[in-house]
């Protein structure tokens, strides 16, 4: 299943703030990504519908064991590329707002060469 860019942000977004909070709910998602509720509602329905996302009835979302692996593989790529771009002499929040661009487009062929030459 291909995941669009908003639904890998999502997650994401999901995978940090589970880190952080003992409940995440739609409203802390909202004030993460700064989007609307009824946004936020709607990514939430399609996330479920595909099977990347939980929500119990008290509204606590949690990552499927597959949204789980999506976000961490989108985390990693954040956390690699901002490294490199920052090494590069790039300035930390400019690295991490590329790193958030490039972080979705980026092939799994190139993001390992990268990994591999930043471990060197």
Do not use: W
């Not at 299943?1 to 994401?12: K, N, P, Q």
Request: proline fraction near 2%; aromatic fraction near 4%; include cysteine.
């Amino acid at each position: 299943m291909r995941i669009h860019e908003s639904g890998e942000m999502y997650l994401e977004t999901i995978l940090r703030l589970a880190g952080r909070l003992e409940h995440v709910r739609s409203v802390d998602i909202a004030d993460e990504m700064g989007y609307s509720k009824p946004s936020v509602s709607r990514a939430v329905k399609k996330l479920q519908s595909d099977g990347l996302i939980r929500m119990d009835s008290l509204g606590a979302i949690t990552l499927t064991d597959d949204g789980r692996t999506v976000a961490e593989t989108i985390f990693e790529r954040h956390e690699v590329l901002t490294k490199v771009l920052v090494n590069l002499g790039v300035s930390p929040e400019i690295a991490a707002e590329d790193a958030c661009r490039v972080e979705h487009y980026i092939s799994d062929e190139t993001f390992e060469v990268i990994k591999r030459t930043l471990d060197k």
